[in-house]
């Protein structure tokens, strides 16, 4: 276990199995893959025009990281990715992991979410639970069951077999996980959370369950974790300084961010990876 501190008293645990830091990547090829939670959408700028449908943002982790280490940055980052998504096309978008060449030197991976349904089925919940709260009518999306056990026992086997892929295609690379931040306080709701104590301590285990998946893949293979699902408590959707933003009022614009990280969530969590990739 590597315990690395920064800025504001926040701590960064980073797990691997092997605690050597890495030398200087200046100059070398990196590759950002994930979902939403990599990607950024709803942040400004958008690093295509048009956005969609993938809205990679210009000021997400890995182009935060890149522009401050001098990397060759590759992002393949899709909203609404799941795993299928790394290993297979989504209709004209290729799998992420043909973006690997044999001479990348750097990965970061946030997936998973998508795959148990995680922030859809806070979105469902959150919708329902203004319309009870207001009485205001609204188009919701439908409800999401929470995961089955086997959905996290399939999710676990996929992820294992993309970093063995990465380790595969890239073997020169770094690989490190970033799991999610944190998106509930933990405990409790609040206006920006539109739900009951059910719902929302399922959603909490959810995450719990997505994080340690994460920390597993990444033992198994021998890659580390940003955890950002720990040093972002304190900073969820509820809190005073959110790193996330809630589900909005009636009449807010929504641009893609219900649920997802804000620029600051996004600085923070390259922050957490300069400090591990730091010389």
């Known amino acids: 276990m590597l315990r690395i501190h920064t800025l504001a008293a926040l701590t960064l645990v980073a797990t691997t199995a092997c605690t050597t830091t890495p030398p200087s990547l200046q100059g070398d090829r990196y590759v950002a893959m994930g979902s939403s939670f990599a990607a950024g959408p709803g942040i400004p700028s958008y690093y295509e025009d048009p956005p969609t449908p993938c809205a990679r943002s210009n000021n997400n982790y890995a182009h935060q990281l890149a522009s401050r280490l001098n990397l060759n940055l590759t992002d393949v980052s899709c909203s609404g990715a799941t795993t299928a998504h790394l290993t297979g096309p989504r209709g004209a978008i290729p799998p992420q992991l043909d973006a690997l060449t ?123 974790v940003i955890t950002a699902s720990e040093f972002s408590n304190g900073h969820d959707a509820c809190s005073d300084d959110p790193w996330m933003n809630g589900y909005p009022r009636p009449g807010a614009p929504v641009n893609g961010t219900l649920y997802h990280p804000n620029a600051k969530g996004m600085t923070a969590i390259a922050n957490a990876l300069a400090a591990l990739l730091k010389d």
């Open 102 to 224: 044999s001479d990348t030197r750097l990965v970061t991976l946030t997936i998973g979410g998508n795959d148990l349904g995680y922030i859809g089925g806070l979105t469902a919940a959150s919708c329902a639970g203004l319309m009870t709260k207001t009485g205001i009518e609204a188009e919701c999306p439908p409800m999401i069951a929470p995961p089955a056990e086997k959905t996290y026992a399939d999710l676990a086997v996929r992820m294992d077999f993309i970093a063995k892929e990465i380790r595969r295609r890239a073997p020169q690379a770094h690989l490190v996980f970033v799991d999610y931040l944190a998106v509930l306080p933990e405990s409790g709701t609040c206006a920006a959370t539109p739900l009951d104590e059910i719902q929302a301590d399922g959603a909490r285990y959810t995450a719990r369950r997505l994080a340690e998946i994460t920390r597993r893949v990444a033992a198994q293979n021998k890659a580390r």
